[in-house]
C-alpha cells in the first residue's frame, strides 16, 4: 500500500468518525457544516445574548459550527422574513421574541406568519419585566403609584423599548388593569430608554430584567414589582403586581427557538431534545442569571401552545389600547 493511499484511507476514516460524531440529523442535513442561529435583534441586546448562549453550547454538545448572524430591522420584522424564506434543511433556525406574537396585531398585512411559515422548537430564555421609578417619583409601591397617577391624570410618562414591544405591551396591561393613563413614550431599544430614565426625564420604565438590574443595584432606579406570576429569584424582595394590588397581571419579555416551516419533523424533535438538554446544564443556567434571564426550555409543542396564547392575549391589549403601527 502506497504512503498516499493509506494517507487518503486514514482521512476518509476520520472524516467517518467525525461524522458519526454527529447527531444523526446533522449528517443527513445539507453539506453546509455550519448551523445558522438567525437573532432579528442588534448585538448586546437580550435576545442576541440568549442566541449566544445557545449557540456556543451547541456548538460544543454538537462539534459543528453553530453561528448567530444578526438580521435586525423594523422591530424584528426583517429578521422573521430573511429567516422565513430559509431552506428548511435543518441548518437555519430563527430567535423569535415576544415581538414576534405582538406583530400579527399591529401589522396584519406583513410578508410572513409567525406560525404558518415557522415550526416551534424550544423556548431559550425568558426576562422577567421589572416596573422602575426614577428616584425622584414621590411613589414608593404600585400602589402609591397608582394613587399618584390618578390623582395627576395623563401627567405620568413611561419610557419602552419600542412602539409594540413587550415593554410597552407590559405597561399598556398596567394601565387596563389599573385604570391609570401612563403616557408612552417610545424609544429605539431598552438601553436608550433607560438612559432617559436614568436622566430623570422619563420617570418610569417597564424594563426588561437585564437593563434593569445594574441600576437598581446601584440605587440609581428603583423597582416598584415584577411583573411575573412568581418573585424573581435575583430580587426576593421585590413583590409581584399580584402582591401589590393588580390580581391577573402576568407580563414577561422572552426568546425562542423556531424553524422553517418544512424542516423535518425528526430534526426539530432531535435539535429542541438538545436546547432543553444544554439549557438544564447548570453553568447555562448560571450564565442566564448572571444576565438577569431565565432558561425557558420546552417541548416544540409546549411553546406552539405559548405563542398562540401569547398572540391571543396580546391582540387583546393592543385593540384595547388602540395600540397603532409606527
Known amino acids: 500500500m502506497t504512503s498516499e493511499v493509506r494517507r487518503q484511507l486514514l482521512g476518509g476514516a476520520a472524516a467517518s468518525l467525525a461524522l458519526a460524531g454527529l447527531p444523526a440529523w446533522a449528517q443527513n442535513a445539507a453539506s453546509s457544516r455550519t448551523t445558522r442561529l438567525i437573532v432579528p435583534f442588534p448585538p448586546g441586546g437580550p435576545v442576541d445574548l440568549t442566541g449566544r448562549l445557545l ?30 424564506k430559509a431552506a428548511p434543511d435543518g441548518n437555519t433556525f430563527f430567535l423569535c421574541s415576544i415581538h414576534h406574537s405582538v406583530l400579527p396585531s399591529l401589522k396584519p398585512k406583513l410578508s410572513y406568519d409567525i406560525e404558518r411559515d415557522f415550526v416551534p422548537v424550544s423556548g431559550g430564555a425568558m426576562f422577567p419585566v421589572i416596573l422602575v421609578a426614577h428616584p425622584s417619583l414621590p411613589v414608593q409601591s404600585v400602589s402609591e403609584l397608582i394613587a399618584y397617577a390618578k390623582k395627576n391624570p395623563k401627567s405620568l410618562a413611561y419610557a419602552s423599548a419600542g412602539n409594540g414591544g413587550g415593554t410597552h405591551l407590559s405597561a399598556e396591561l398596567f394601565n387596563m388593569l389599573a385604570g391609570t393613563t401612563l403616557n408612552h413614550i417610545p424609544y429605539k431599544g431598552s438601553a436608550p430608554a433607560m438612559t432617559d430614565v436614568l436622566g430623570g426625564q422619563v420617570p418610569l420604565m417597564f424594563s426588561d430584567a437585564p437593563t ?97 396564547s401569547e398572540i391571543e392575549k396580546w391582540q387583546r391589549v393592543v385593540k384595547a389600547a388602540n395600540i397603532q403601527a409606527d
Open 212 to 308: 434593569a438590574l445594574p441600576f437598581i443595584r446601584n440605587g440609581k432606579v428603583k423597582a416598584l414589582a415584577v411583573a411575573s406570576t412568581q418573585r424573581y429569584s435575583l430580587l426576593p424582595d421585590l413583590p409581584t403586581m399580584a402582591e401589590s394590588g393588580l390580581p391577573g397581571y402576568e407580563a414577561y419579555s422572552w426568546a425562542a427557538v423556531v424553524a422553517p416551516a418544512g424542516t423535518p419533523k425528526d430534526i426539530v424533535n432531535q435539535v429542541s431534545k438538545d436546547i432543553v438538554k444544554v439549557l438544564s446544564l447548570a453553568e447555562t443556567r448560571q450564565r442566564f442569571h448572571e444576565a438577569g434571564a431565565d432558561p425557558f426550555p420546552t417541548t416544540p409543542e409546549g411553546f406552539a401552545k405559548i405563542l398562540r
Open 55 to 84: 449557540a456556543q453550547k451547541l456548538t460544543d454538545l454538537w462539534g459543528r459550527q453553530v453561528i448567530v448572524e444578526n438580521k435586525a430591522g423594523a422591530g424584528g420584522i426583517v429578521g422573521a422574513e430573511y429567516a422565513a
